[in-house]
């Protein structure tokens, strides 16, 4: 009796999450590191072009808002970049370039003069404003030049 009991509230569970091995944080959504673009096209001449050519990609799973100020996006070196008062939208995506440009909804600029992240192995690392983490996304190789996470 007990089975027969769980089995409607376990066909709900499943219509809720919409899938059966969702977690309660899955279904719910958050902000992600997407891709990381490590090493910018073409040589890497330190221009702002090619500064701007390597970026990691946000992406908000939920469906609302996130505000992401005062996060930090950082490396394995610790080079850091604090998030303004900025909301990624349900669904968006924000890339975070190394180098200089005037910010949008989808684009933010470290507006550094060096690269940050390492063309054989690093880490993008995301924090909250408190130190806790929200995720991050490592690579060990130059080839492919960028990774989905």
């Known amino acids: 009796m007990r089975i027969r009991a ?5 066909a709900g569970a499943v219509a809720l ?3 059966f091995l969702s977690t309660p944080a899955q279904a719910a959504g958050g902000i992600t590191i997407h891709r990381a673009y490590f090493d910018s096209p073409g040589s890497d001449t330190g221009s702002n072009a090619s ?4 970026w990691v990609q946000l992406k908000n799973t939920s469906s609302a808002a996130i505000s992401v100020n005062g996060w930090i996006l950082k490396d ?5 970049f604090t998030f303004p008062n900025v909301k990624i939208g349900a669904g968006k995506t ?15 600029y470290q507006n550094r003069r060096a690269y ?6 690093d880490t993008a690392t995301l924090t909250k404003a408190n130190g806790s983490k929200v995720d991050s996304c490592s690579w060990t190789t130059r080839d492919p030049s960028s990774k989905y996470c």
Do not use: F, M, Q
């Open 51 to 54: 500064l701007n050519g390597e």
């Open 6 to 10: 769980a089995l409607p509230a376990l």
């Open 17 to 19: 999450t919409g899938t």
């Open 116 to 121: 940050v992240w390492n063309n054989t192995s």
């Open 94 to 108: 924000v890339i975070v370039h190394t180098g200089k440009g005037t910010a949008t909804s989808a684009h933010r």
């Open 76 to 80: 394995i070196a610790n080079h850091r």
